[in-house]
């Protein structure tokens, strides 16, 4: 059986330096390295101050960088025909998948509040990816923080703690001000701060993370992930709808965020939208505390609800599924799976399914066999091994 392969971290990247030399002529001076992730609960609980449990995968994408002595970016590809170059000033323009490459510059050079912006250098970069694109699995994220993990390995910058988080904060305004996508933090903060053998628990209210274990083999389960080949895209106005919704509801019971939001008062607002809105948001981040005691409980049939809970949830309250999602988890169940959900920003992407581990050769069957049943595009998977963060190749 066949799964999206994430490749040998060094051969990648000794073949990214190959490719770098072969089209800019030159040698490259440093290759960064994010990983895309999968989020085991909690969607759309980022940008509502809430709870999210990621984990990096170990499919990444690589930057390979060198300095140039003229200020100009050059940055090219190995999966888009079209590259881009120009200024650090014009770079909050760049189209595509530029945008979030030259966006991470851009915004690593400005004033952030944090002190004065990097002396971000001219660089040729180029960027390669095992990650899935448009399927849910934060590519995007895993470019800005690539390049910029490059970026600052130039600048001979040591990768803390505290330039962790400026790379975060950076990538996040990449995706927000350059490329539109007005993303909650969760992807920039797993490709960043991603653990090998755990998930992450990322609380945006209090800005804290912590490793959650997940010894999957204790467990008897294996994370398989199903890209449904339904393109995701965070810039099409589905997302900033949801985000827009869930700040209206908020604002209408007079608090900061959903966060602070009961389930009764979410459910005492008049708007029918609203109200399922807020709901959703307020049971996934109870559902996303339960899940971390229910991995330290070992509790494998409290993981399958509480994943099918989430689901249902995306599907009926915040309306971002779609059918071929839906198959997905139907499907998975049935076949052996111990729980199934959604998961990514949602319109399409990536189902994330729970299975013991004996089962996963049938519920990929199974699920393959319905998509062709339906008349699906065929269906890709993937396995989520907890992976680290981003660092150099």
Avoid: K
Avoid at 162 to 191: C, F, H, S
Avoid at 284 to 292: D, G, L, M, S, Y
Avoid at 346 to 353: L, M, Y
Wanted: charge should be negative; charged fraction near 25%; hydrophobic fraction near 45%.
């Amino acid at each position: 059986m066949t799964f999206w392969d994430a490749g040998d971290s060094h051969d990648l990247a000794d073949g990214l330096r190959s490719s770098f030399a072969e089209t800019f002529g030159r040698d490259a001076e440093v290759v960064g390295r994010a990983p895309g992730r999968v989020n085991l609960i909690g969607e759309h609980t980022d940008y509502n101050a809430g709870l999210v449990l990621p984990l990096a995968l170990p499919h990444a994408t690589y930057a390979a960088a060198a300095r140039r002595q003229d200020g100009r970016l050059r940055l090219r590809s190995r999966q888009a025909e079209e590259g881009w170059e120009g200024t650090l000033d014009e770079a909050a323009s760049a189209p595509g998948w530029a945008g979030y490459a030259a966006g991470v510059l851009w915004a690593l050079a400005r004033d952030t509040g944090s002190g004065t912006g990097l002396e971000v250098p001219g660089m040729d970069v180029l960027v390669d990816s095992t990650v899935p694109i448009g399927a849910g699995l934060s590519s995007s994220a895993a470019i800005e923080c690539a390049v910029g993990v490059a970026a600052c390995a130039l600048l001979g910058l040591d990768l803390d703690d505290p330039l962790r988080e400026r790379l975060v904060a950076a990538a996040m305004a990449a995706e927000g001000e350059v490329v539109g996508a007005p993303t909650g933090g969760m992807d920039q903060t797993i490709a960043m701060h991603g653990l090998a053998g755990a998930a992450v628990l990322i609380d945006f209210d209090a800005h804290t993370h912590e490793p959650v274990d997940l010894d999957l083999d204790a467990l008897g389960l294996t994370v398989l992930v199903t890209d449904t080949q339904v393109s995701h895209a965070l810039n099409d106005g589905g997302y900033a709808s949801r985000r827009a919704d869930c700040e209206e509801a908020a604002s209408l019971l007079g608090l900061a965020s959903l966060r602070e939001a009961t389930q009764a008062q979410a459910e005492s607002l008049e708007d029918e939208r609203l109200r399922r809105r807020a709901r959703h948001v307020v049971t996934e981040i109870a559902r996303v505390t339960e899940t971390v005691a229910a991995l330290r409980d070992s509790d494998r049939p409290a993981l399958g609800r509480l994943l099918l809970a989430s689901h249902v949830s995306m599907r009926d309250d915040f309306e971002i599924s779609c059918a071929e999602l839906d198959a997905v988890v139907e499907t998975a169940v049935e076949a052996g799976a111990m729980g199934s959900r959604m998961t990514g920003g949602g319109f399409g992407g990536s189902a994330v399914s729970l299975v013991p581990t004996e089962r996963v050769e049938a519920v990929v069957r199974a699920v393959d066999a319905r998509f062709v049943a339906e008349g699906f595009r065929a269906p890709r998977h993937l396995l989520g091994v907890p992976s680290a963060g981003a660092g150099l190749a």
